[in-house]
């Protein structure tokens, strides 16, 4: 079945610190594994993604590793910042009986970055 | 700019009163999700639309229906609403073929209340 496990669900971190989430995904077969931001009240947003054909991706204080082994991939935000304070939700993508592909999303983790 | 329009971003109804949402979109994408969230919780997909095509999720209450007259708009009945429908509903889009999986954009979203 389609199963995406995403750990932990809250976590504080001192600003200037790293944070680290992780999720683990079901089906061998997923390809797709984006990252989106939600503040409170306000639409997801995604912050960054990665294919399944590159272990590691990077936009300037955000990266996301793949490892398709074991399937598992993590979020890393570096030096945070406050308003990096927000949940987070992981997702991969999933086959469709039509053929076509769709995301599941993890539990959240709710990032509070204190000054 | 090109985006994704939910209205109204507020919706309340009375318990077992009929309730449409709609969404509508400039980015001419080929794929519609509507999604509900409820607080803490998140994205749980209901169904979408690839093209025309209508793709149920196999746990989506028969309470709840979409119509996609259009590439433009989606909309999503509630034929009964109970007071567990109550919730965030968020409608997304992506450009997708058969070769590769693209980027969702949410909506605003619609807050539902049941009375």
């Known amino acids: 079945g389609e199963n995406v496990e995403q750990h932990p669900s809250t976590l504080s971190v001192q600003e200037g610190d790293s944070a680290v989430i992780k999720c683990t995904y079901s089906d061998s077969a997923s390809n797709y594994f984006p990252w989106y931001k939600q503040e409170l009240g306000k639409r997801p947003q995604l912050i960054i993604d990665?294919?399944?054909?590159?272990g590691e991706k990077k936009d300037q204080r955000i990266a996301v590793t793949l490892n398709k082994t074991a399937k598992h991939f993590s979020l890393h935000i570096t030096e945070t910042q406050p308003e990096d304070s927000a949940v987070y939700f992981c997702a991969a993508s999933f086959s469709t009986r039509f053929g076509n592909e769709k995301l599941t999303f993890g539990t959240g983790t709710r990032l509070t970055i204190i000054p | 700019d090109a985006m994704v329009i939910q209205n109204p971003r507020y919706q309340v109804t009375q318990f077992g009163k009929p309730v449409t949402l709609s969404c509508s979109q400039t980015?001419?994408?080929?794929?519609m999700y509507w999604y509900q969230q409820k607080s803490s919780q998140a994205p749980k997909l209901l169904f979408h639309?690839?093209?025309?095509?209508?793709?149920n999720e196999a746990d989506t209450p028969d309470n709840f229906q979409s119509r996609r007259p259009n590439t433009s708009f989606c909309f999503l009945d509630i034929r009964s609403p109970g007071l567990g429908d109550a919730a965030m509903y968020l409608c997304?889009?992506?450009?997708?073929?058969?070769?590769?999986?693209?980027?969702?954009?949410f909506g605003p979203g619609t807050r539902l209340t049941v009375l």
């Open positions: 980015l001419n994408h080929n794929v």
């Open positions: 639309y690839y093209d025309k095509d209508f793709n």
């Open positions: 997304a889009t992506s450009r997708e073929d058969f070769s590769s999986y693209n980027e969702q954009f």
């Open positions: 990665i294919r399944s054909n590159v």
